[in-house]
């Protein structure tokens, strides 16, 4: 079974940044997703499973970076520059099947619980 568990998020002021955890029990491709309330879940950013292929969503490009450390089965996702709008759960997801994931939640087969991230202006 495919177990994922996010952590890192919080309360923080526009401009802060945050660092977001995702526990893997294994190797993936992987992807960083957001549900903001009101609003149907959007991607963010994905990382393959050798770490050499990263994607983003325009929103945050330039803003956020997403790495992960094998030896460990975590990814990261840093957020910088923070804004009131990235104000969302965070939802780290792995695709089992491929080496590199997609921009959909189609794409992906396991989920985390999510993580709040809450930015004040």
């Known amino acids: 079974q495919v177990q994922l568990v996010e952590s890192g998020g919080g309360l923080v002021q526009a401009g802060d940044s945050l660092r977001l955890s995702c526990a893997a029990s294994g190797r993936y491709a992987m992807g960083w997703f957001r549900q903001a309330p009101g609003k149907e879940r959007e991607f963010v950013a994905g990382i393959g499973w050798s770490g050499g292929s990263t994607f983003y969503a325009d929103s945050v490009k330039g803003r956020f970076t997403i790495s992960r450390d094998n030896a460990k089965n975590t990814v990261y996702l840093q957020m910088n520059s923070l804004k009131p709008e990235d104000t969302a759960i965070y939802y780290c997801?792995?695709?089992?099947?491929?080496?590199?994931?997609?921009?959909?939640?189609?794409?992906?087969?396991?989920w985390g619980q999510g993580t709040q991230v809450t930015v004040s202006s």
């Open positions: 997801a792995a695709n089992i099947f491929h080496l590199v994931g997609g921009e959909t939640s189609r794409d992906y087969d396991y």
